[in-house]
Nanobody, 114 residues
Framework: QVQVVESGGGLVQPGGSLRLSCAAS????????MGWYRQAPGKQRELVAT???????NYADSVKGRFTISRDNAKNMVYLQMNSLKPEDTAVYYC????????WGQGTQVTVSS
């Protein structure tokens, strides 16, 4: 069974940092491109960062320079380091395989507020 489980969200003040984690299972992880998505209230889910199995990355313009996606293929883990957080980053964050996504997990809530 292919599964993804996100963790690490929370409440943070503007300008603060958080590190999200994602545990993936059920598929040969190291060859799969992975992505972090987010969905804010009343908005569609958007892709914010992707990482290839070999480590190449891409970012949405809204997070470029502030967010860093990384992965540990030995542990089947993907991470999202979020710095200089803004209120508009508030959303539920999800990870998933880019090709043939798994069923969406619960996500992890990130709230940026003073």
């Amino acid at each position: 069974q292919v599964q993804v489980v996100e963790s690490g969200g929370g409440l943070v003040q503007p300008g603060g940092s958080l590190r999200l984690s994602c545990a993936a299972s059920g598929r040969l992880f190291s060859i799969n491109q992975m992505g972090w998505y987010r969905q804010a209230p009343g908005k569609q889910r958007e892709l914010v960062a992707t990482i290839f199995g070999g480590g190449g990355t891409n970012y949405a313009d809204s997070v470029k320079g502030r967010f860093t996606i990384s992965r540990d293929n030995a542990k089947n883990m993907v991470y999202l380091q979020m710095n200089s957080l803004k209120p508009e980053d508030t959303a539920v964050y999800y990870c998933n395989f880019i090709t043939k996504p798994a069923d969406w997990g619960q996500g992890t809530q990130v709230t940026v507020s003073s």
